[in-house]
C-alpha cells in the first residue's frame, strides 16, 4: 500500500525553527514528486512547491519562494519542509502528496498524507 | 489569490445531479485534477485527467473540461458526497500550480 506518514503537530514560539516530515512508503520514493500544500483554519488549500526526491530538483510557489525550505533525505524516504523564524500566520495544517506529471497536460496528488498541524504562538 | 475560481457553495438534492465548475485561463492546455475534503480529513482525489477516476472512488464521479472551465459532476449525490471540493491544475503561466478556491456541497 502507498502510504505518506508525516510527523506530528508542533506548537513553536514565534521566531523558532521547525522541520516537519513526511515518509513515503509502499512505492519508489525516488521516482516521484513530492508536494507540500497548505491549509490556514477555515481556508482552502495552497501548493506550496514540490521537490523531486531522485535528484533534488525543487520548484516552489512565488507565494513561498524564500519563506520555507523544500527537502528529501531518499535514504530513508523521507521529503521535509522547514521554517527558519516561524511566524504567527505560519499557523496552519500542512500535507504532503504524491505528485504525478504527465505529458498531455495531465498533473494530480495522490495519495496525501494525513497533515501536520503547526501552531505558531507566544 | 487562486487563478482557479470556483463557486463557493453548491447544495444538491440526495440523489439528484450536481455541477462543480473550475474557471480559469490555464484549463484551456491543462487538465484539472479534483480533490474531497471532509472535516477534519486530508483530501482525497477523485478525478484526474480527462475524466479518470482512482481505485476506490464511485462511478457517479466524473470530470469534463470546455474552453476555461473543468467540470466535477457528481450523479444521483448522496448524503457521503456532502464535503469541501477542490479544483487543481497549472497556473496560468504554466510553469507552477493551483488550486482553486473551494466548494462546498451540501446534500440536501
Known amino acids: 500500500e502507498v502510504q505518506l506518514v508525516q510527523s506530528g503537530a508542533e506548537v513553536k514560539k514565534p521566531g523558532e525553527s521547525l522541520k516537519i516530515s513526511c515518509k513515503g512508503s509502499?512505492?519508489?520514493?525516488?521516482?516521484?514528486?513530492i508536494g507540500w500544500v497548505r491549509q490556514m483554519p477555515g481556508k482552502g488549500l495552497e501548493w506550496m512547491g514540490i521537490?523531486?526526491?531522485?535528484?533534488?530538483?525543487?520548484r516552489y510557489s512565488p507565494s513561498f519562494q524564500g519563506q520555507v525550505t523544500i527537502s528529501a533525505d531518499k535514504s530513508i524516504s523521507t521529503a521535509y519542509l522547514q521554517w527558519s523564524s516561524l511566524k504567527a500566520s505560519d499557523t496552519a495544517m500542512y500535507y504532503c502528496a504524491r505528485h504525478f506529471v504527465k505529458s498531455g497536460g495531465e498533473n494530480w496528488f495522490d495519495p496525501w498524507g494525513q497533515g501536520t498541524l503547526v501552531t505558531v504562538s507566544s | 489569490s487562486s487563478e482557479l475560481t470556483q463557486d463557493p457553495a453548491v447544495s444538491v438534492a440526495l440523489g439528484q445531479t450536481v455541477r462543480i465548475t473550475c474557471q480559469g485561463d490555464?484549463?484551456?492546455?491543462?487538465?484539472a485534477s479534483w480533490y474531497q475534503q471532509k472535516p477534519g480529513q486530508a483530501p482525497v482525489l477523485v478525478i484526474y485527467g480527462k475524466n479518470n477516476r482512482p481505485s476506490g472512488i464511485p462511478d457517479r464521479f466524473s470530470g469534463s473540461s470546455s474552453g476555461n472551465t473543468a467540470s466535477l459532476t457528481i450523479t444521483g449525490a448522496q448524503a457521503e458526497d456532502e464535503a469541501d471540493y477542490y479544483c487543481n491544475s497549472r497556473d496560468s503561466s504554466g510553469n507552477d500550480y493551483v488550486f482553486g478556491t473551494g466548494t462546498k456541497v451540501t446534500v440536501l
Open positions: 509502499g512505492y519508489s520514493f525516488t521516482s516521484y514528486w
Open positions: 490555464s484549463l484551456r492546455s491543462y487538465y
Open positions: 521537490i523531486y526526491p531522485g535528484d533534488s530538483d525543487t
